[in-house]
């Protein structure tokens, strides 16, 4: 096993150290571990196995900031709280691909950049997934389950679901130099348990309704499985080493999946959001209710404070 440069530059055996910029099934295009910040900027625009990594999600992060802004712009939305938690859904959308490609660029600067960088990017992918709760509480619930008991606790479990998720798959990294096997099966469990859970009232409204938007509701499932199933397996690159060193080994896959994944979630979240309107707000008890189960104390306070001012953001408490 050897390690090259971008350049194709020979960088001899890979030692110890270098082992752990190791992934299974790619032999060659590797970055030299100790680049610098400008050779990994640069490497962006060569042929390395990280390149497609990098833009398949870089990429995406500007389609969904493109959908976020188009979203702000089509609509009222600051007066209506309603549409605050698909607000804060599509943000992180947009912030999750980004910290990844990020992560992706920056991570052979040194073995502790490399950490730190996946930290960012699994801490980003848990507040996807909490962004994907938020979103769920105020859209996706099925009616007989709106305003009980599981409708209450939902959101606060999604934010201890976070904090576990993201010590968990940071963790991971450090079991991995030990326990290679562990720290994998530690970080796909990291990411797995919060999607099952916070899909729990999808896969009721999957498993006892039908319609067109259950049907895209399901494209998000199947592609959700299959990114996890991916990143599980290290599929094709596992069945022959060195064939998809650069092009079509399964992070790659995996990155595209998640995000057409994503997309497909978007879609649905909006028709849910849209044709659900009415019923969903009747069939709150109190304002109360509307504030705590919409996740409005999460997410839309939070992005009224950080995006336009202090009132919207307090009245965000109060549900204007
Ligand atoms: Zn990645």
Redesign the pocket.
């Known amino acids: 096993m050897v390690l090259r440069k971008a350049s194709g530059t020979h960088l001899g055996p890979l030692g110890p150290l270098v082992q752990v910029f190791r992934e299974k099934g790619i032999l060659f295009g590797y970055r030299h571990p100790k680049s610098s910040a400008r050779d990994c900027l640069l490497s962006v625009f060569q042929m390395t196995n990280e390149t497609m ?1 990098i833009w398949t ?1 870089f990429l995406p992060s500007w389609f969904f900031l493109w959908k976020l802004l188009g979203f702000l712009l089509s609509r009222e939305v600051r007066a209506d709280g309603y549409a605050w938690p698909f607000l804060a859904y599509l943000a992180t959308c947009c912030a999750y691909p980004l910290a ?1 490609s990020l ?2 660029t920056f991570s052979t600067m040194s073995l502790r950049a490399r950490h730190v960088c996946y930290f960012c ?1 699994y801490a980003a992918l848990a507040l996807y997934s909490l962004g994907s709760a938020v979103a769920y509480s105020a859209y996706v619930f099925p009616h007989e389950w709106v305003g009980g008991t599981f409708h209450r606790y939902y959101l606060p479990i999604a934010v201890l679901n976070t904090v576990f998720s993201t010590s968990l798959a940071c963790y991971s990294r450090l079991a991995e130099a030990e326990r290679p096997k562990l720290g994998k099966g530690m970080r796909v469990l990291a990411f797995a348990y919060p999607y099952l859970f916070d899909s729990i009232p999808l896969f009721y409204r999957l498993s006892w309704c039908q319609g067109g938007v259950i049907r895209t509701h399901g494209w998000h499932t199947v592609l959700a499985g299959l990114t996890c199933f991916l990143f599980a397996t290290h599929l094709p690159e596992r069945l022959a080493p060195g064939l998809f060193d650069y092009v079509g080994h399964s ?1 790659q896959l ?2 595209i999946c998640g995000v057409v994944g994503t997309h497909f979630q978007m879609l649905a979240l909006s028709t849910d959001m849209t044709d659900r309107r009415s019923r969903l707000l009747a069939s709150l008890p109190d304002p109360m209710a509307k504030r705590d189960l919409f996740g409005t104390d999460l997410g839309s306070a939070f992005f009224s404070l950080a995006l336009f001012e202090p009132e919207a953001g307090l009245k965000g408490w109060t549900w204007a």
């Open positions: 990594n999600h990844s992560a992706h990017d992070h995996f990155h």
